[in-house]
């Protein structure tokens, strides 16, 4: 079982661009990739700058997005 983000009883901060990446990237990725990529930006943010501000999660998820389609893109 995945452990959420935010609190049940919080709106979540990333609903608008998860919609968005997991959109933008849905011939590449599946959603539960970009999932984790979210979670993974999230938690990176917090130990680098001590917060996870929307604006710089979602730039964090993107990258690592983009990286891993990079690679896939080389093996395929």
């Known amino acids: 079982m995945s452990e959420r983000i935010i609190p049940a009883t919080e709106p979540d901060p990333y609903a608008d661009f ?4 997991r959109d933008e990237f ?6 539960s990739t970009v999932t984790r ?4 930006a999230h938690y990176g943010a917090l130990e680098v700058v001590g917060h996870a501000h929307p604006a710089l999660v979602e730039r ?8 891993l389609a990079l690679v896939a ?3 395929g």
């Not at 998860?18 to 990446?21: Q, R």
């Not at 964090?60 to 990286?67: F, G, Q, S, T």
């Open 60 to 67: 964090i998820a993107r990258k690592h997005l983009e990286v």
């Open 73 to 75: 893109s080389e093996r």
């Open 37 to 40: 990529c979210i979670e993974a």
């Open 26 to 31: 849905s011939k590449i990725h599946p959603a």
């Open 18 to 21: 998860s919609a968005a990446l």
